[in-house]
């Protein structure tokens, strides 16, 4: 962001004018008639923004849409169906799930967009009138619709589901698949290059790499060898020719696989990416995956949201839940899991509430680290 003037392809381009954009927008609309520009808060914390040309923004879509496009041509019965399609996104055109949403809104498929900060209920009662075919919306906002199926309020036959924007987390996965047995399909992306996708035939994520090279390193910057899971990537973006990235460091963990996919495709498949490097907790000298937490929440049946939110000595962690559920056994579960790891007398609370705040692009940040020290302290 510091060079960000002297880095885009086109000089009228300039940080504060595609900021004053951003703070203008209201919904999908173009810089100089030719650029969209969008925002991330980032893993840093410092908010970037980015910028596409046409056809950059174009080759974006279509790697995720021609996975789409192939599965209607290869299963007769998907082809039969109606094309109609629903997002449960955020709403915010200033992020790329909703800004191509809104760009894309024709061809074969009829989208509806229900806002993922809409109540339950809305988002219920509009997705039984329009019966989507296609799902799309952030694992933690598809995760509670489960339960609306299950309470037999949510009707709905869905034949393919897609999760964008945040981690596809296994429990998420065998969920949703199970309730409308239909294909479940990762979208795995970043906003400074694009997406890759799933194919529904298999678990994973083909990597476009006819639209980006991306290398799988270890926390050194080492290439790790297939089936060995990264502590973070580099990703040079060969499509976008207004802001060029050439092996940006995001730290997200994948993992490549050796095997082919029942699909044909001979894009790489990684596994389903499960978070970032980001989300470990370091207590002192000891780092805590997520996997800690995670092994003993995603096993709960009746959670439909947690937020994991780090303290001194432990965590605090906030839950939404459809029912009855045994805090007291997940405190001392996951304190174990702490104690294990070489964490003395660990502090866990789980604290039931009706509504966990989401950031602005309507995602759930799962896990919240300690603020560093400030001056003085």
Excluded at 257 to 277: A, E, W, Y
Aim: proline fraction near 7%; charged fraction near 20%.
């Amino acid at each position: 962001m510091e060079h960000w003037d002297e880095i885009v392809t086109d000089d009228r381009l300039r940080l504060d004018d595609a900021e004053a954009h951003l703070e203008d927008l209201s919904s999908d609309a173009y810089l100089f008639d030719r650029y969209h520009v969008v925002s991330t808060g980032g893993t840093t914390g410092r908010r970037g923004v980015f910028v596409y040309d046409w056809d950059g923004w174009a080759t974006c879509w279509w790697t995720v849409a021609r996975f789409e496009i192939r599965a209607r041509r290869r299963d007769a019965a998907l082809a039969g169906a109606p094309a109609v399609g629903a997002t449960v996104l955020s709403h915010s055109a200033r992020h790329i799930g909703s800004s191509m949403f809104q760009t894309f809104a024709t061809g074969e498929t009829e989208w509806h967009r229900f806002p993922v900060t809409l109540p339950m209920a809305e988002i219920v009662a509009g997705l039984n009138a329009v019966q989507p075919t296609l799902l799309v919306g952030y694992a933690s906002s598809l995760h509670p619709l489960v339960h609306e199926a299950e309470a037999g309020r949510l009707r709905i036959s869905p034949r393919r589901i897609q999760t964008p924007g945040e981690p596809l987390l296994p429990e998420i996965r065998t969920a949703l698949a199970a309730t409308w047995d239909a294909a479940v399909v990762n979208v795995w992306g970043a906003t400074e290059f694009g997406v890759a996708a799933g194919c529904g035939e298999s678990g994973g994520v083909h990597l476009s790499e006819d639209a980006a090279i991306i290398e799988l390193v270890d926390v050194d910057w080492r290439p790790v060898p297939t089936g060995v899971r990264s502590d973070k990537i580099f990703v040079t973006n060969l499509h976008n020719h207004a802001l060029p990235v050439i092996r940006y460091e995001i730290t997200d963990e994948l993992t490549a696989l050796d095997r082919p996919c029942p699909c044909g495709s001979t894009f790489p498949l990684v596994g389903d990416p499960n978070g970032r490097l980001d989300d470990c907790f370091h207590y002192g000298g000891v780092p805590v995956h997520p996997h800690v937490f995670r092994s003993a929440l995603g096993n709960c049946r009746p959670l439909v949201e947690y937020q994991v939110c780090q303290t001194p000595r432990g965590a605090a962690i906030a839950v939404r839940a459809t029912g009855p559920f045994d805090g007291r056994g997940l405190e001392t579960e996951i304190a174990a899991g702490l104690a294990r790891l070489g964490i003395p007398q660990p502090e866990v609370t789980v604290t039931a509430v009706d509504h966990i705040e989401r950031q602005y692009s309507g995602k759930l940040k799962r896990f919240v680290p300690l603020a560093p020290p400030g001056p003085g302290r």
